[in-house]
């Protein structure tokens, strides 16, 4: 049976530049059977699930239902559900953990100040406080809104949890169906495609020393798709794994063709050439539906600047 992960496989597709969005993560335990639509089409009230797509519109925010791995009893439902915060821009990376017996108080969150970066209000109105655990990582395993998804993700979520992993939980949507099993690491908010139990266990031991895997690395989700392949492109040239020592500063142009610049904390800068180009030949982006040919982000030069150089 071909699938749209094995269609992108077989063609050695990139996956840098592909990682979903968001400068901030917010998570929600809900238990049950998810719906393609996880927020509205769960056993999660969707008039609240509908009002918190709408405070969270805009604001860098993105939010995704979590649930353990295994069995889904559409009776268990936890009295007091976890929920997670993540703010992903480096300078400011923070996880905050909390748990809740009425998910209606999310809306009490400030959610323009969650996409700045502050976690203040998860602290006031969630009781929300630093996450001590290990680091997180989320699996994709919605086969409704793709069958890879439930095929290649619940299996691999499966195999972490007995292994022993602390901080695997399966979640509704991280984009890329063809990349599955897709994988997002948390607080540092990196993505991975085509993830296997071993790369992922070596991934988080790095993002517990503070450190980014960039083999199978689908970007940093703080950054749109052009500045994630670009800085991806700069760890790989300068061998920099510090997972906040490089921060996209400026993205100039417009598709298909974009100049990125990439600081270093220690002051260095690059300026990155990114292409948008065509995957060829078509193939599904998800399983269903018609062949296409997705974009990819092509980088096609890194060079190093001075200040004084970009300032001319």
């Known amino acids: ?9 077989e063609l050695d597709e990139p996956v840098a530049g592909t990682a979903a969005t968001a400068r901030t993560w917010l ?70 953990a909390a748990t809740t017996t009425d998910p209606a108080h999310l809306l009490d969150l400030d959610f323009a100040a969650l996409g700045r970066g502050e976690p203040a209000t998860v602290e006031s109105v969630l009781g929300g406080r630093p996450h001590e655990g290990d680091p997180l990582a989320l699996v994709c395993t919605n086969g409704k809104r793709d069958r890879c998804c439930a095929l290649l993700g619940r299996p691999l979520a499966a195999e972490l949890a007995a292994s022993g992993v602390q901080g695997v939980w399966e979640v509704t949507h991280l984009g890329g169906h063809r990349f599955s099993p897709t994988v997002l690491v948390l607080p540092y908010g990196y993505a991975y495609g085509r993830a296997e139990a071993h790369a992922v266990k070596e991934v988080l031991h790095r993002a517990e020393e503070g450190r980014i895997v960039v083999e199978g690395c689908r970007g940093g989700s703080a950054w749109e798709r052009p500045g994630q392949a670009a800085e991806l492109a700069v760890r790989r040239a300068v061998g920099e794994y510090a997972a906040e020592a490089l921060t996209v500063v ?31 030949p078509p193939r599904p982006e998800s399983c269903g539906s018609v062949l296409g040919s997705p974009a990819r982000m092509d980088v096609v030069d890194v060079r190093e600047v001075t200040v004084t150089a970009m300032a001319s």
Not at 45 to 56: K, N, W, Y
């Open 250 to 280: 400026r993205t100039d142009g417009a598709a298909p063709r974009w100049e990125v610049t990439v600081a270093h904390a220690d002051g260095r800068r690059w300026l990155v050439g990114v292409a948008q180009g065509a995957s060829l």
């Open 27 to 96: 998570l929600l335990e809900q238990p049950g059977p998810w719906g393609a639509r996880a927020l509205t089409s769960s056993h999660l009230d969707p008039a609240l699930g509908r009002a918190l797509e709408a405070a969270a519109q805009g604001t860098g925010v993105r939010i995704a239902l979590i649930r353990r791995p295994g069995r889904h009893a559409d009776s268990h439902m936890p009295a007091a559900r976890r929920v997670y915060v993540a703010h992903t821009v480096p300078g400011n990376v923070w996880l905050r």
């Open 1 to 9: 049976m071909s699938t749209c992960s094995t269609v992108s496989r």
